[in-house]
């Protein structure tokens, strides 16, 4: 269900318009902009969040919100939009659109969404369609998802030409609007209900944008709650308790408030599923969380204008559960092994903003044990997760909620217990290293070669920027903070000194593109070799960190050098960020 690039040549000349004057304003002074777009249907539509039914009427609006930040070297849009959920492959598809026509990155374009289960389906089902396919035996409705689509890139268009000096604040609030949704019976299974003893999270992340005089521009509160305070029997469109939080914050403040869902996957409203808006307190939620937010605004006292924003983004690789069918439209989310099991290629994004907020995200309904936990031991202050972007790969349970199964694991999750595992180590690693590391302020334009000690925390890092490049073609890229154009006569050295004898495990970040990954590389240490494959990141955009193995090293001062193992290479080997190497045994 690709639009055809004709319906977008209405927008040709905004286009043009819009590029022209993001050149003229790409300066180092922090701007952002919001945009509030109305996407009611004005005629019935096939809603999406419970079994198949269509609209009947509109109980309330619902809307694109589009916030664009620009630091002046990089362009951000958030946008949140008010339905339950789509396929990755539709964000895929508006993504390339803006991309192609407006030079975007797609890692700096996340569309989230509110996961209200009273609004109207939005292209073809992905995933859904293989746990439920009983729901969705109707045709996709083409005509209302090319409006969203065509909406959103109006939006963005607009938010672009509207950037203006702004500052921006950060700040924690809490609700308890929430609850625990996995009700354990006596026979240790698991069912939708209400759980009071459950794990819940109730902090509310708030990011505001002011104008250049101190007023405020735009709210972001991130607050993990499924939107199901209307069930099934509800057929009038609505945003649920997000879209109606969402406006009563911005009648009293008198601007948009982006509402982000957080890790939603087990935590219902504490009134969920009832048949109408009065019977299920829809109104109750505007005390419950949105007075919440408006309490915590007011905490935010101060604001700044030294805003340097960071992006970064990788694939994790997780086993897929076996047995399960695998739509076509996201073929490029799942790979097949040599041995012939299946695995899940599940993309996390992440943004940094400055040196204390770190915000991640994922197109799943995760548990919310998981989220508390990575941002307990996150070395950022801020820590926000933001669920349900960038499309939907299904529900992401603990690994010690499987014994209780239930419909979040037996029927809506293409995972198996290991997934919590694989995402930790991946997403704390980023963390961690990749972001930590990274300054968000202007990279150096040239690497600068020094001696690598080991860090506090026992790692030795081995970073494009302290590393040599040597050879014919390599060279060093400064806004990717990597060395690239690797053929099999060029190499990366660096001087360490180690302080331990042992052995190290390797973590290799890199980005390479699909077609050219496979090659072999090097790793050596004296006579110590570590040998392997270049594996797959997505993209020369998309950097990865994956384990590749252990070396021994031995104290003192020592050359390692990564290098190619094949004769052959030309000139797309990968592009090399970093090493690290972390003790796991000494002697």
């Given at each position: 269900?690709?639009?055809?690039?004709?319906?977008?040549?209405?927008?040709?000349?905004?286009?043009?318009?819009?590029?022209?004057?993001?050149?003229?304003?790409?300066?180092?002074?922090?701007?952002?902009?919001?945009?509030?777009?109305?996407?009611?249907?004005?005629?019935?539509?096939?809603?999406?969040?419970?079994?198949?039914?269509?609209?009947?009427?509109?109980?309330?609006?619902?809307?694109?919100?589009?916030?664009?930040?620009?630091?002046?070297?990089?362009?951000?849009?958030?946008?949140?939009?008010?339905?339950?959920?789509?396929?990755?492959?539709?964000?895929?598809?508006?993504?390339?659109?803006?991309?192609?026509?407006?030079?975007?990155?797609?890692e700096n374009f996340w569309w989230t969404l509110t996961h209200t289960h009273s609004a109207p389906e939005v292209g073809v089902p992905g995933l859904p369609e293989v746990f439920m396919g009983d729901r969705y035996k109707h045709d996709v409705d083409?005509?209302?998802?090319?409006?969203?689509?065509?909406?959103?890139?109006?939006?963005?268009?607009?938010?672009?030409?509207?950037l203006a000096k702004a500052k921006l604040g950060v700040g924690w609030g809490f609700s308890q609007a929430n609850i625990n949704r996995r009700a354990i019976n006596v026979d240790g299974k698991a069912s939708l209900g209400l759980n009071p003893e459950g794990a819940v999270d109730r902090k509310i992340g708030l990011i505001r944008l002011d104008k250049e005089d101190g007023s405020p521009l735009v709210l972001i509160a991130n607050y993990a709650i499924h939107g199901t305070v209307l069930g099934a029997a509800q057929t009038e469109i609505s945003g649920d308790a997000p879209g109606i939080v969402s406006e009563y914050v911005e009648q009293k403040l008198g601007v948009p408030l982006l509402f982000i869902n957080g890790a939603a996957g087990n935590l219902a409203p504490i009134y969920s599923v009832y048949p109408n808006p009065q019977a299920g307190h829809l109104s109750q939620f505007k005390v419950l969380l949105g007075d919440k937010i408006l309490s915590a605004n007011k905490e935010i006292v101060s604001s700044r204008s030294d805003i340097k924003l960071f992006t970064g983004s990788l694939i994790i690789e997780t086993p897929r559960k076996p047995n399960l069918s695998w739509p076509k439209d996201l073929s490029r989310y799942?790979?097949?092994?040599?041995?012939?099991?299946?695995?899940?290629?599940?993309?996390?994004?992440?943004?940094?903003?400055?040196?204390?907020?770190?915000?991640?995200?994922?197109?799943?309904?995760?548990?919310?044990?998981?989220?508390?936990?990575i941002r307990d031991r996150s070395p950022f202050p801020f820590t926000f997760f933001y669920g349900y972007t960038n499309g939907w790969l299904g529900y992401l349970p603990?690994?010690?909620e499987w014994k209780y199964g239930g419909y979040e694991i037996e029927t809506v999750s293409p995972y198996t217990p290991i997934v919590e595992k694989h995402l930790k180590e991946a997403v704390l690693g980023y963390l961690e290293g990749?972001?930590?590391?990274?300054?968000?302020?202007?990279?150096?334009?040239?690497?600068?070669?020094?001696?690598?000690?080991?860090?506090?925390?026992?790692?030795?890092?081995?970073?494009?920027?302290?590393?040599?490049?040597?050879?014919?073609?390599?060279?060093?890229?400064?806004?990717?903070?990597?060395?690239?154009?690797?053929?099999?006569?060029?190499?990366?050295?660096?001087?360490?000194?180690?302080?331990?004898?042992?052995?190290?495990?390797?973590?290799?970040?890199?980005?390479?593109?699909?077609?050219?990954?496979?090659?072999?590389?090097?790793?050596?240490?004296?006579?110590?070799?570590?040998?392997?494959?270049?594996?797959?990141?997505?993209?020369?955009?998309?950097?990865?960190?994956?384990?590749?193995?252990?070396?021994?090293?031995?104290?003192?001062?020592?050359?390692?050098?990564?290098?190619?193992?094949?004769?052959?290479?030309?000139?797309?080997?990968?592009?090399?960020?970093?090493?690290?190497?972390?003790?796991?045994?000494s002697k």
């Open positions: 269900m690709k639009i055809k690039r004709l319906k977008f040549l209405l927008f040709g000349l905004v286009i043009i318009i819009a590029k022209t004057a993001f050149a003229q304003q790409s300066d180092k002074v922090f701007k952002a902009s919001v945009v509030k777009v109305d996407i009611t249907p004005d005629e019935p539509k096939m809603l999406l969040g419970y079994a198949a039914r269509k609209s009947t009427g509109v109980h309330d609006r619902i809307y694109h919100r589009i916030v664009a930040m620009d630091d002046g070297e990089k362009q951000f849009f958030l946008v949140s939009t008010d339905i339950c959920v789509m396929s990755p492959s539709e964000y895929d598809h508006v993504a390339a659109i803006l991309q192609k026509d407006l030079g975007i990155d797609p083409t005509a209302y998802t090319s409006m969203v689509e065509q909406s959103l890139i109006k939006g963005i268009i607009e938010a672009r030409s509207k799942t790979q097949t092994l040599a041995n012939g099991d299946h695995q899940v290629l599940l993309p996390a994004r992440f943004l940094k903003i400055n040196e204390d907020v770190a915000i991640w995200s994922l197109p799943v309904e995760l548990f919310c044990e998981i989220s508390n936990e603990t690994e010690k990749e972001m930590k590391s990274t300054p968000s302020f202007q990279p150096q334009s040239a690497n600068r070669p020094t001696i690598v000690k080991t860090e506090t925390d026992g790692m030795l890092r081995l970073t494009a920027r302290n590393g040599k490049g040597i050879g014919p073609k390599i060279k060093y890229m400064p806004e990717w903070w990597a060395f690239g154009w690797f053929t099999n006569l060029d190499r990366v050295e660096w001087e360490v000194d180690v302080d331990l004898d042992g052995e190290y495990r390797a973590e290799l970040v890199w980005s390479v593109s699909d077609e050219t990954a496979g090659n072999e590389f090097l790793l050596e240490a004296g006579k110590q070799k570590l040998i392997g494959t270049i594996d797959r990141s997505g993209s020369w955009e998309s950097f990865k960190s994956k384990n590749i193995g252990t070396i021994k090293l031995k104290t003192g001062r020592q050359k390692i050098v990564f290098r190619s193992n094949k004769p052959t290479v030309d000139a797309g080997m990968l592009d090399l960020r970093e090493i690290k190497l972390s003790l796991i045994k």
